[in-house]
């Protein structure tokens, strides 16, 4: 096997281990290169059809080209699409920084769909070589009753030997493409011949490499108009993948407090 063969093999036993050992769980589907793949791979696990619900938290922000996207391919790959929406700015932790606050409301979006759905699963497109935090993340990962997160006390993962209880009445997260990386993303999602939404590719001059709320994300400098191009970009460039979003240029600690509040 390749390098591509060897992280979707270890991505679909993740998602079967899931399937076996949780009673309801539902894959996060942020409809950005990251949970496309993950619906891809999980389409994969199970011989073309997800037997588990796509859930988008919506903020009610995503760029039309986003909602365009999970309109046409939540129908083309049988999907069982729930749509559930964010409350208003007003609800969520007025001590947060305006974007880290903005969004914080997908953070009380999923609490509400949690509590709504009884998931006791919640299959999320994050990856380590992302963001700081997010490197300290474990495959499955337990959350609390209020779907916080206790960095400082994350279960051993040796040997693929994953702890999938949940803590009594919480949930846990489970990472499919956790080992991936962003180049690993792009260079399946062209062996794959996946669908991508237009914006990650480059309009005069500028592309998106994360996708988020409208309002807080923003394109950066780029000449790369296919995703041959995108991979060679990703051999040169310093620029770090989120450098796009609002969020990651504020406090520092304001993208961990969301991470341990429950954030994606």
Same mark, same amino acid.
């Given at each position: 096997?390749?390098?591509?063969?060897?992280?979707?093999?270890?991505?679909?036993?993740?998602?079967?281990?899931?399937?076996?050992?949780?009673?309801?769980?539902?894959?996060?589907?942020?409809?950005?290169?990251?949970?496309?793949?993950?619906?891809?791979?999980?389409?994969?696990?199970?011989?073309?059809?997800?037997?588990?619900?796509?859930?988008?938290?919506?903020?009610?922000?995503?760029?039309p080209?986003?909602? /365009?996207?999970?309109?046409?391919? %939540?129908? *083309?790959?049988?999907l +069982?699409? @729930?749509?559930? #929406?964010?409350?208003?700015? =007003?609800?969520?932790?007025?001590?947060?920084?305006?974007a880290?606050?903005?969004?914080?409301?997908?953070?009380?979006?999923?609490?509400?769909?949690?509590?709504?759905?009884?998931?006791?699963?919640?299959?999320?497109?994050?990856?380590?070589?992302?963001?700081?935090?997010?490197?300290?993340? /474990?495959?499955?990962?337990?959350? %609390?009753? *209020?779907?916080?997160? +206790?960095? @400082?006390?994350? #279960?051993?993962?040796?040997? =693929?030997?994953?702890?999938?209880?949940?803590?009594?009445?919480?949930?846990?997260?489970?990472?499919?493409?956790?080992?991936?990386?962003?180049?690993?993303?792009?260079?399946?999602?062209?062996?794959?011949?996946?669908?991508?939404?237009?914006?990650?590719?480059?309009?005069?001059?500028?592309?998106?490499?994360?996708?988020?709320?409208?309002?807080?994300?923003?394109?950066?400098?780029?000449?790369?108009?296919?995703?041959d191009?995108i991979?060679?970009?990703?051999?040169?460039?310093?620029?770090p993948?989120?450098?796009?979003?609002?969020?990651?240029?504020?406090?520092?600690?304001?993208?961990?407090?969301?991470?341990?509040?429950?954030?994606?």
């Amino acid at each position: 096997m390749d390098h591509l063969d060897q992280l979707e093999a270890q991505s679909i036993y993740i998602f079967r281990e899931a399937f076996a050992r949780l009673k309801k769980i539902a894959l996060l589907w942020s409809l950005g290169k990251d949970s496309n793949v993950m619906i891809w791979l999980a389409r994969k696990a199970f011989f073309g059809r997800m037997p588990f619900p796509a859930l988008h938290v919506d903020t009610g922000k995503k760029f039309p080209e986003m909602y /365009r996207f999970r309109d046409h391919y %939540g129908k *083309e790959w049988d999907l +069982d699409l @729930r749509v559930e #929406p964010c409350p208003p700015i =007003d609800a969520v932790d007025p001590t947060l920084p305006p974007a880290a606050r903005s969004a914080a409301r997908k953070t009380e979006g999923l609490k509400w769909a949690l509590a709504k759905y009884g998931f006791d699963g919640l299959i999320a497109g994050i990856r380590r070589d992302e963001e700081a935090t997010r490197a300290k993340e /474990r495959v499955f990962s337990p959350r %609390g009753l *209020e779907g916080n997160w +206790d960095v @400082r006390d994350q #279960p051993p993962e040796f040997w =693929d030997h994953f702890n999938a209880s949940p803590p009594q009445g919480a949930h846990l997260r489970i990472h499919p493409i956790l080992h991936w990386t962003e180049a690993d993303i792009w260079a399946y999602t062209k062996r794959e011949n996946i669908p991508i939404i237009p914006l990650y590719l480059s309009q005069n001059g500028k592309r998106y490499r994360s996708l988020g709320d409208q309002d807080i994300t923003n394109p950066v400098a780029s000449t790369a108009s296919s995703i041959d191009e995108i991979l060679i970009e990703l051999e040169q460039t310093k620029v770090p993948e989120r450098a796009g979003r609002a969020l990651d240029h504020e406090t520092e600690d304001a993208f961990e407090r969301l991470r341990v509040a429950g954030y994606l």
